[in-house]
């Protein structure tokens, strides 16, 4: 009996850990990248410019597939669209076979960029298809194995360097996305969505079909709570190291506090479980909050040391991560099944562009005022979510 439930338990969890698989070799792909350019930009032919114009559009392309690929998801089906995400992303970790040069380089991050923007959004809809009791849970699996990709690809990539060389990190990390696919298509439950035309699909991304919860207010107050997080974590992200430097703090103290910001992922399976049993607005509220004490700590924690400071990182990387899983779940329980992988992409679009726009409003202020000054504003817009979701749990 306790090899038959251990083995029922196993293949209750085998489809979130394949997706979320997939998801970690993702976000592997994606910040492999930034951690070469350092070693690209010894080379003549890679110049800065050349390096950040291609990592921008590839961003570019992971936030413009949101909604199309959530849209196809509700017409075609889902575990086909994310199977198909996957493979592009996989083939742009291939391409790395050829002698790297400035066109496989651009190739390559673009294809990821496609790849792995198909992704997210399709996959909050199909785990909250096959875990609609747990949904939280699954969400906050999922993305803590995606959060993984970004803690361990610098470390993947100093031990390329030091031994393989950096092009076969890319291509066995394509493999392993290769391989996770056909797990994916062999192991993962199929919806019943019907396989239609081409014609069909491409109608299936007009846009006024998925406006229906748009019109509603509350759940336009749960999309500025979106809107506020993704200002202020976008803003962060960016500017975190340079922040703790500017605070008195050592260049490998400050990369080793960055990295303890992703490596407090694992939270995101205790508020996934904790919104299941709470709410979702309940969580949010607590989740933002501790965020915000966070990044206030930071602003008033400036030239106080290490500890203070990493305490307040903690903080912030505990209340970020949390509201990770949550948000998605509250997100992919907005929409009818029907619609709801193109809705939760027509959200993503939006809270992904306004956290694309952060960098550059904090970079100005920092410029015109100072970093303290900036990371104000960001802890402003992070309390702004917190009194948006604690209103929407004092209305419920």
């Not at 950040?52 to 196809?72: E, I, K, N, R, W």
């Not at 103290?253 to 709470?278: E, I, P």
């Not at 193109?342 to 959200?347: L, Y």
Request: net charge positive.
């Amino acid at each position: 009996m306790g090899v038959r439930r251990a083995t029922a338990v196993l293949g209750r969890y085998e489809p979130v850990a394949i997706v979320g698989g997939l998801w970690l070799v993702a976000k592997l792909l994606r910040y492999t990248f930034p951690a070469l350019f350092p070693t690209l930009r010894e080379a003549p032919a890679f110049s800065a410019t050349l390096l950040g114009a291609a990592y921008t559009v590839m961003m570019l392309l992971y936030a413009l597939m949101q909604f199309p690929s959530g849209a196809l998801a509700d017409t075609v089906e889902d575990v086909r669209v994310v199977a198909a995400g996957a493979l592009v992303a996989a083939l742009g970790g291939g391409l790395f076979l050829l002698p790297a040069s400035v066109p496989v380089l651009v190739a390559g991050m673009l294809l990821v960029g496609v790849g792995t923007g198909v992704h997210k959004t399709v996959s909050v809809s199909l785990l909250s298809r096959l875990y609609p009791e747990r949904t939280g849970r699954a969400l906050g699996t999922f993305d803590t194995l995606g959060t993984a990709g970004g803690v361990v690809a610098p470390l993947l990539v100093v031990a390329a360097l030091s031994s393989v060389g950096w092009p076969w990190l890319l291509v066995a990390t394509g493999l392993a996305g290769a391989l996770l696919t056909v797990a994916l298509a062999l192991r993962v439950p199929r919806g019943d969505a019907p396989t239609v035309g081409l014609a069909s699909a491409v109608r299936a991304t007009d846009v006024r079909s998925y406006l229906p919860p748009f019109r509603r207010p509350r759940f336009l107050l749960f999309v500025a709570v979106t809107l506020c997080f993704a200002f202020a974590y976008n803003g962060v992200v960016a500017f975190l190291p340079l922040y703790l430097v500017e605070s008195g703090l050592a260049a490998a103290t400050a990369s080793g506090l960055y990295s303890l910001l992703f490596a407090v992922s694992v939270v995101q399976v205790v508020s996934g479980d904790l919104a299941d049993r709470l709410g979702t607005l309940r969580t949010s509220t607590l989740s933002l909050a501790v965020a915000t004490v966070g990044l206030a700590g930071l602003v008033v924690g400036a030239g106080d040391g290490r500890l203070v400071l990493g305490g307040a990182v903690v903080l912030l990387g505990v209340g970020s991560h949390g509201f990770r899983p949550v948000r998605g779940a509250y997100l992919a329980a907005s929409f009818p099944d029907e619609v709801r992988g193109g809705g939760v992409g027509i959200a993503r679009t939006l809270l992904m562009g306004v956290g694309a726009v952060s960098p550059t409003v904090v970079g100005a202020v920092a410029d015109a005022v100072g970093y303290r000054e900036a990371f104000l504003a960001l802890a402003a817009a992070m309390a702004g979510g917190v009194v948006c979701a604690a209103a929407m749990v004092a209305t419920e």
